[in-house]
């Protein structure tokens, strides 16, 4: 490009200085540039994807990793409600087992409990057998105890006699039983071969001191007992059999 300078007034002049400037022409220069910015620009936008993808990446792990630790934590609770789960079957069934045996040691209680009654009243049949003994006066009927067993009209019996003699013999004889009551409203005696269902058939005796008949009785269901008679027949003396009369429920209690 040139340039020419004029002085004031339009003239051209010897001192007009002609100002050329030549700019060179560089093509391989240009393309170059154009190269390098066209890489810049692809490197820029390989950058930005690959940050992109590998922040992507960043992000699935992390969320991998969260949920990873979600799956952990409810494993882990799940364990522990298993767990407590466990524990309160455990407990229950300890709860359980200690109602029934409170249960049992309470039905324990209550049968001890009567069977130490049934025992004190033993303990006072006996004595109240035992306690009016007198020397010589022959073998007799201490006391009789009946108690109701199951089934209609079967009773346990209890039969204690006692002898004391100076001369300390064994006596011998026989017990006649009888048992006094109405039957259909009627009164009614059934001797002891006719109501006997277990133990001895007929009531023999031969003892010194003390001696005891059980068994079982069977009473008709038309039967009402009132009293039950007894004789005592000492083989020994030739005088008749002493006779007593026991009452049926007083022997009941």
Not at 12 to 36: D, F, M, N, Q, Y
Not at 146 to 169: A, C, W
Not at 173 to 191: F, K, S
Request: with cysteine; net charge positive; glycine share 8%.
């Amino acid at each position: 490009m040139s340039e020419i300078c004029t002085r004031p007034g339009g003239g051209l002049g010897l001192e007009s200085v002609l100002k050329l400037v030549i700019t060179p022409h560089r093509p391989l220069r240009k393309l170059l540039l154009t190269v390098a910015g066209l890489l810049a620009v692809a490197l820029a936008l390989a950058f930005a994807l690959d940050y992109g993808h590998w922040r992507a990446i960043a992000g699935a792990m992390v969320a991998r990793g969260d949920q990873r630790e979600l799956v952990n934590e409810v494993v882990s609770l799940r364990r522990e409600n298993d767990a407590l789960r466990y524990d309160l079957t455990r407990a229950r069934r300890a709860e359980q087992i200690a109602r029934a045996a409170r249960e049992e040691n309470r039905a324990l209680m209550v049968d001890l409990k009567a069977e130490l009654a049934a025992r004190e009243q033993e303990v006072r049949f006996y004595r109240n057998a035992l306690g009016d003994v007198r020397v010589g006066a022959g073998p007799r009927v201490g006391g009789i105890q009946v108690k109701p067993l199951d089934g209609d009209g079967r009773y346990g019996y209890s039969l204690v006699m006692t002898y004391v003699d100076k001369d300390d013999r064994v006596v011998e004889g026989r017990v006649q039983v009888r048992l006094a009551g109405e039957m259909n409203g009627r009164p009614e005696e059934l001797p002891f071969a006719d109501i006997v269902e277990s133990g001895p058939a007929t009531l023999d005796f031969k003892f010194k001191h003390f001696h005891l008949f059980e068994g079982t009785l069977k009473i008709p269901a038309q039967f009402v007992p009132r009293r039950i008679e007894v004789a005592v027949v000492d083989r020994g003396r030739s005088s008749s059999a002493r006779a007593e009369s026991f009452d049926w429920a007083a022997a009941l209690n």
